[in-house]
């Protein structure tokens, strides 16, 4: 049809939409998690009473709901795969987050999980599929997909840039639940904006879901070949890089969150920034140094330097890792005058988006490259449960480190990741070898 093939600078008019709708979706969910541990370590008196957990509770809290939020992925793909289609699962996701975040806004125990859950059930059906939806924008041979990627990946960190700001203020201004609706009234936004663009999605395709008829599943009985389980071997380090990669990221929401609310000192030009605003830093700095750190790594590759997907996420984990001495600094200066300066969060943040942007973007494509054609949907699926486990280590290192103390947690994420991405570039040859050419420089 005519609107389904229109395209707008240079791209089809249906990546704007998914676009907007991933926009608003992640500003829904980073607004939440911006003052979500802060809501839950709140004291219960008050002002703004919160639930008055303590630190501990509320991080291994968050490590259950980041891991439940990307675990609920797997559902979500299968359920558009076998029975709905990606369209309507991500309109059922839509719907159940507008109404999950409207429920947070009511004040109790019983809206808190409930709307909880219902969020859980719709970042699961929304957030896998609008994904794949993206790749089903372009021909099996459009060499525009990865630009749409790229655009799209930019879109989710708008939603994440200014979320925090806006939910952080109207939280910390006016209460906890005018937050939590306002990020409610982000994803209804994108669920109208969603429905009303349905015209330029008719296009979209099933990318992935469809590719594996009857034939294929003959196919999965064969054993493995050689080639094949070596493969697999390095298809497994990398789900165990992303685990470590995203449970070193991921304190942002949760003890870092808390770092910056308790032991940071936030005063700038005579007034307090909350805490929740540091939390739209990674973000801002997606946006601002995206293109900049691209062309580095497209540079190196030119040069002819090392500079395969697998050396990417060693030093992309390894750099993210470095952020976290600058957390150690801060608990020293925290350790000798009872309060840290802002600008290690700013410069650890911005280490780890450094390291995002250099082994993030490469991570899901190096895994479908190296897994046998035909399981390319389950590693789609196995990458979002790396994403859920790296959540649910965050969540559970940040509790211990309120025993361990914080010190040692954040120096100990730092030295674990520079040595795990120095092994792996130690043996980047053979295990290059082990991805039988899966692996091969590009620029
Ligand atoms: N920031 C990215 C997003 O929200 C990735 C987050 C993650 O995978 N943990 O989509």
Redesign the pocket.
Known sequence: SQTSSSQWLGHPRGLFILFLTELWE?FSFYGMRAILVLYLTAPMTGLNPGLGWSNAEALTFYGWYGFSVYMASLPGGYLADKWLGQKKTVMIGAILLTVGHGILAIQAMWAFYLGIFFIVSGVGLLKPNISTMVGGLYGLHDTRRDKGFTIFYIG?NIG?AIAPLLVGWVAYRYGWHYGFGLAGVGMALGFLGYLQGQKYLQSVGNFLGTSEDASDREKLHKPLTPVEKDRVLVLVLSFLIVIIF?GAY?QAGGLMNLYAEQKTDRHLLGMEIPASWFQSLPGIFVISLGTIVAAWWSRRAKKGKESSSLAKLAIGTMITGSGFFFMTAASLQYAADGKAAMYWLVLAYLFHVIGELSS?PVSLSFITKLAPAKYASMMMGLYWAA?GMG?KLAGTLGAWSQTWGEFETFTGIAVFCVLFGGLILLLLKPLKRLTHGADDDYE
């Open positions: 992640r989710i994440a995203w991921e993030s994403t959540e």
